[in-house]
Protein backbone atom coordinates (compact mmCIF):
# COMPACT_ATOMS: atom_id res chain seq x y z
CA UNK A 1 0.00 0.00 0.00
CA UNK A 2 2.57 2.15 0.85
CA UNK A 3 5.00 1.57 -1.79
CA UNK A 4 1.85 2.29 -4.49
CA UNK A 5 1.40 5.67 -2.70
CA UNK A 6 4.85 6.48 -3.34
CA UNK A 7 4.89 5.20 -7.29
CA UNK A 8 1.61 7.59 -7.78
CA UNK A 9 3.34 10.58 -6.19
CA UNK A 10 6.27 10.07 -8.33
CA UNK A 11 3.91 9.50 -11.63
CA UNK A 12 1.66 12.77 -10.31
CA UNK A 13 5.30 14.54 -10.11
CA UNK A 14 5.92 13.41 -13.47
CA UNK A 15 3.22 14.62 -15.45
CA UNK A 16 3.09 18.03 -13.84
CA UNK A 17 6.39 18.34 -14.46
CA UNK A 18 5.91 17.74 -17.94
CA UNK A 19 2.93 19.55 -18.46
CA UNK A 20 3.45 22.59 -20.51
CA UNK A 21 0.74 24.52 -19.06
CA UNK A 22 1.59 23.86 -15.53
CA UNK A 23 5.41 24.64 -15.82
CA UNK A 24 6.51 26.06 -18.99
CA UNK A 25 10.10 25.68 -19.87
CA UNK A 26 10.56 26.26 -23.57
CA UNK A 27 8.78 28.91 -25.88
CA UNK A 28 8.57 29.97 -29.40
CA UNK A 29 8.72 32.92 -31.47
CA UNK A 30 7.36 32.26 -34.93
CA UNK A 31 9.24 35.16 -36.75
CA UNK A 32 7.94 37.21 -39.77
CA UNK A 33 9.25 40.63 -41.92
CA UNK A 34 7.86 43.51 -42.40
CA UNK A 35 6.05 42.56 -45.54
CA UNK A 36 4.38 39.60 -42.67
CA UNK A 37 6.62 36.97 -44.51
CA UNK A 38 6.97 34.00 -42.32
CA UNK A 39 11.26 33.84 -41.67
CA UNK A 40 11.45 30.61 -38.94
CA UNK A 41 11.45 30.19 -35.61
CA UNK A 42 13.39 30.78 -32.49
CA UNK A 43 12.40 28.06 -29.47
CA UNK A 44 13.65 29.01 -26.32
CA UNK A 45 14.54 26.49 -23.58
CA UNK A 46 14.79 27.43 -19.74
CA UNK A 47 18.40 26.81 -18.67
CA UNK A 48 19.03 26.64 -14.90
CA UNK A 49 20.72 30.21 -14.98
CA UNK A 50 19.28 31.81 -18.17
CA UNK A 51 17.83 31.04 -21.80
CA UNK A 52 18.96 28.84 -24.53
CA UNK A 53 17.91 29.98 -28.05
CA UNK A 54 17.74 27.88 -31.07
CA UNK A 55 17.30 30.36 -34.35
CA UNK A 56 16.60 28.71 -37.18
CA UNK A 57 15.29 31.55 -39.74
CA UNK A 58 15.59 32.50 -43.22
CA UNK A 59 15.06 35.20 -45.96
CA UNK A 60 17.33 37.46 -43.92
CA UNK A 61 19.91 39.80 -45.73
CA UNK A 62 23.28 38.09 -45.76
CA UNK A 63 25.39 39.07 -42.76
CA UNK A 64 25.62 39.98 -39.15
CA UNK A 65 22.29 41.06 -37.44
CA UNK A 66 21.62 42.36 -33.78
CA UNK A 67 19.40 40.28 -31.84
CA UNK A 68 17.56 41.33 -28.77
CA UNK A 69 14.81 40.95 -26.61
CA UNK A 70 12.12 43.72 -26.95
CA UNK A 71 9.75 44.15 -23.58
CA UNK A 72 6.11 43.55 -25.09
CA UNK A 73 5.14 40.80 -27.27
CA UNK A 74 3.03 42.91 -30.02
CA UNK A 75 4.91 42.57 -33.46
CA UNK A 76 1.53 44.45 -34.85
CA UNK A 77 3.55 47.66 -36.17
CA UNK A 78 5.04 47.35 -39.90
CA UNK A 79 8.35 48.93 -38.25
CA UNK A 80 8.02 46.17 -35.18
CA UNK A 81 8.04 49.62 -32.95
CA UNK A 82 5.21 47.91 -30.89
CA UNK A 83 7.64 45.80 -29.32
CA UNK A 84 8.69 48.59 -27.34
CA UNK A 85 12.42 48.70 -25.97
CA UNK A 86 14.54 46.48 -25.22
CA UNK A 87 13.72 44.04 -22.18
CA UNK A 88 14.80 45.78 -19.07
CA UNK A 89 14.48 46.46 -15.36
CA UNK A 90 16.77 49.85 -14.54
CA UNK A 91 14.85 53.16 -14.81
CA UNK A 92 17.69 54.13 -17.67
CA UNK A 93 18.86 51.51 -19.45
CA UNK A 94 22.36 51.11 -20.88
CA UNK A 95 22.70 48.84 -24.04
CA UNK A 96 25.84 46.91 -24.76
CA UNK A 97 26.79 43.47 -24.06
CA UNK A 98 30.39 44.82 -24.09
CA UNK A 99 29.57 48.22 -22.23
CA UNK A 100 31.18 48.59 -18.69
CA UNK A 101 28.15 50.26 -17.54
CA UNK A 102 25.68 47.64 -19.47
CA UNK A 103 22.03 47.33 -17.29
CA UNK A 104 20.62 46.27 -20.41
CA UNK A 105 18.62 42.34 -19.92
CA UNK A 106 17.38 42.54 -23.60
CA UNK A 107 20.82 42.42 -25.07
CA UNK A 108 22.16 39.21 -27.61
CA UNK A 109 25.28 38.30 -29.47
CA UNK A 110 24.85 38.89 -33.06
CA UNK A 111 23.47 36.23 -35.97
CA UNK A 112 25.01 35.81 -39.03
CA UNK A 113 22.92 35.07 -42.26
CA UNK A 114 24.33 33.17 -45.09
CA UNK A 115 24.20 34.14 -48.60
CA UNK A 116 20.81 32.12 -48.90
CA UNK A 117 19.74 34.31 -45.84
CA UNK A 118 19.26 31.72 -43.67
CA UNK A 119 21.02 31.72 -40.39
CA UNK A 120 20.75 28.86 -37.82
CA UNK A 121 22.79 29.22 -34.08
CA UNK A 122 22.56 28.56 -30.84
CA UNK A 123 22.58 31.57 -28.29
CA UNK A 124 22.45 31.34 -24.69
CA UNK A 125 21.19 34.31 -22.55
CA UNK A 126 21.94 34.51 -18.97
CA UNK A 127 20.19 38.17 -18.56
CA UNK A 128 16.64 36.63 -18.82
CA UNK A 129 14.41 33.80 -17.88
CA UNK A 130 10.80 32.31 -18.93
CA UNK A 131 9.11 33.07 -16.16
CA UNK A 132 11.07 35.13 -13.30
CA UNK A 133 13.43 32.08 -12.42
CA UNK A 134 16.33 33.75 -10.26
CA UNK A 135 14.91 37.22 -10.10
CA UNK A 136 15.62 37.94 -13.70
CA UNK A 137 13.08 39.51 -16.04
CA UNK A 138 10.27 37.19 -17.38
CA UNK A 139 10.43 37.30 -21.69
CA UNK A 140 6.63 35.51 -20.39
CA UNK A 141 5.69 38.57 -18.24
CA UNK A 142 2.25 40.16 -18.40
CA UNK A 143 2.76 42.08 -21.60
CA UNK A 144 4.87 39.28 -23.24
CA UNK A 145 7.94 39.90 -25.30
CA UNK A 146 9.43 39.87 -28.51
CA UNK A 147 12.47 38.75 -30.42
CA UNK A 148 13.50 41.47 -32.88
CA UNK A 149 16.23 40.91 -35.43
CA UNK A 150 17.77 43.96 -36.80
CA UNK A 151 19.34 45.10 -40.37
CA UNK A 152 22.57 46.06 -38.98
CA UNK A 153 24.97 44.96 -36.27
CA UNK A 154 24.84 45.59 -32.47
CA UNK A 155 28.26 47.25 -31.90
CA UNK A 156 27.68 45.93 -28.32
CA UNK A 157 28.46 49.56 -26.67
CA UNK A 158 27.04 52.72 -28.44
CA UNK A 159 23.54 53.56 -27.00
CA UNK A 160 20.72 53.19 -27.48
CA UNK A 161 20.89 49.72 -29.64
CA UNK A 162 24.47 49.77 -30.55
CA UNK A 163 24.26 50.97 -34.05
CA UNK A 164 21.63 47.91 -35.11
CA UNK A 165 19.33 50.32 -37.49
CA UNK A 166 15.85 49.12 -38.72
CA UNK A 167 13.95 46.58 -37.23
CA UNK A 168 13.92 43.58 -39.55
CA UNK A 169 12.54 40.95 -37.75
CA UNK A 170 10.01 40.53 -35.12
CA UNK A 171 8.56 37.40 -33.46
CA UNK A 172 6.01 37.17 -30.71
CA UNK A 173 7.49 34.56 -27.85
CA UNK A 174 4.92 32.46 -26.70
CU1 LIG B 1 16.44 45.45 -30.78
ZN1 LIG C 1 19.97 46.68 -25.42
Known amino acids: M ?45 APHGVLLKLELKGLTPGWHA ?35 SNDSGDLPNIF ?17 LKGAGGRPALLDADGSAIVVHANADDHMSQPIGGAGARAACGVIK
Not at 85 to 96: D, F, K, L, R
Not at 113 to 129: I, K, R
Open 2 to 46: RKLTVAAVVTIAALIAASPTLAQTTATAQVKGADGKDLGLVTLTE
Open 67 to 101: AHFHEKGDCGAPDFKSAGAHVHTAATTVHGLLNPA
Open 113 to 129: ANADGSATAEVYSPLVS
